[in-house]
């Protein structure tokens, strides 16, 4: 059965499709960007690759997926499950009652908004053995002239990938050359069927080149991705952070029990809150902050050895929160790095080092 890959759109979604022997597979860019799994970055949409991924892993599906895979039918339908919101149940519903009976009916998807000339050429030139057929039919001159049927096959293919484009104009080289045998001692057809070949050489240079540069254009956006992600997971230097000289305070000291409901701040804990260093905290201006976005907070410490270090961050986070007037709810939205600069023989030697970015 035809691997051509077919574009279908409703005027919401636009979804690569093609059939396989046992099944109909679905663009996997498409099917995410259809369910929303997405995120904006600088005001671009990009797939979130690991969480589809993820999801596909939950349903058995062993292969991680990018840009230009194909995803079966199946896998389709269960990830619709994971999408939760009405843009993934409108897009369930154009699947399974628009494009699928008819690819099944028709053996090609017709949108209900296509043109007479655009049915003809989808029912004509669907397959490599239709395309084929049509140009070893075809005339010399007039409507039905090899030419028109050529730029009947572009028009047809004109929204698939540049490879399927690229397979394609290959495949109609190798019927006009078989056409140019057939009618070896016919000059005036010949020259005509060199000519066109002359153009299918044209555009299939120009998918090419065009290809080509979208390669590099996505290759450039990649490392680009790829070098903010590696931004990202890496720490700043210790030189960014603001750093107090005051030792962190343990959370398994902060409180006492009274009562089994009742707890109180232990006097270690009220006397370290009370000569916590408020006069060194940097002005909010210098923290280059927007509290209305996600917020990273990077927390690291010299301290005693006898401590752990993930028990010092209730205290430094409550009390850096309350300076700078924060509800203690943001801490939701903070990452934490566990880190130990310097363990140190006292307590006047502790410190307590934090940086907040976007």
């Known amino acids: 059965m035809s691997k051509d890959v077919q574009v279908f759109s409703n005027g919401i979604f636009e979804l690569k499709v093609r059939e396989t022997a046992n099944s109909v597979e679905f663009a996997a860019e498409d099917v995410a960007k259809s369910l929303g799994f997405t995120r904006v970055v600088n005001g671009k949409l990009y797939v979130r690759w690991e969480r589809l991924n993820g999801y596909l892993r939950d349903f058995g599906f062993t292969h991680e997926v990018g840009k230009g895979d194909f995803i079966a039918e199946s896998f389709v339908y269960m990830l619709g499950m994971r999408g939760e919101n009405d843009l993934a149940i409108a897009f369930q519903k154009f699947i399974a009652f628009e494009v699928l009976p008819a690819i099944r009916k028709n053996k090609v998807y017709i949108d209900p908004s296509a043109t007479d000339q655009e049915i003809d050429n989808a029912v004509k030139l669907a397959t490599p053995q239709k395309r084929r057929k049509a140009l070893m039919d075809a005339t010399i001159d007039g409507k039905d002239s090899v030419f028109s049927v050529y730029e009947n096959i572009k028009e047809y293919i004109a929204k698939w990938t540049a490879d399927d484009k690229i397979k394609v104009l290959q495949h109609v080289e190798r019927a006009l050359m078989d056409k140019k045998d057939t009618y070896g001692n016919d000059v005036a057809f010949v020259h005509k069927v060199e000519e066109l070949l002359r153009q299918v050489a044209k555009d299939l240079d120009k998918i090419k080149n065009w290809r080509n540069g979208a ?47 009742k707890w109180v701040k232990t006097k270690a804990f009220k006397d370290w809150c009370d000569y916590f260093p408020y006069f060194l905290m940097p002005d909010e201006s210098e923290l280059n902050i927007d509290w209305n976005r996600p917020i990273k907070l990077y927390l690291a410490y010299d301290h005693q ?21 924060q509800d203690d709810s ?29």
């Open 305 to 325: 050895k006898k401590f752990d270090v993930q028990n010092f961050h209730k205290s430094a986070i409550d009390m850096i929160c309350k300076y700078y007037g």
């Open 330 to 358: 943001i801490i939701n939205e903070i990452e934490f790095v566990n880190k130990t600069i310097n363990h140190v023989k006292s307590y006047k030697d502790g410190k307590i080092y934090f940086l907040f970015t976007n």
């Open 215 to 261: 390669e590099k254009r996505e290759l450039g956006k990649e490392n680009k991705l790829l070098q903010q992600k590696i931004e990202e997971l890496t720490p700043p230097s210790l030189d960014e952070y603001f750093c107090l000289p005051y030792h962190p305070f343990t959370e398994n000291r902060m409180y006492d029990a009274i009562t089994s409901k």
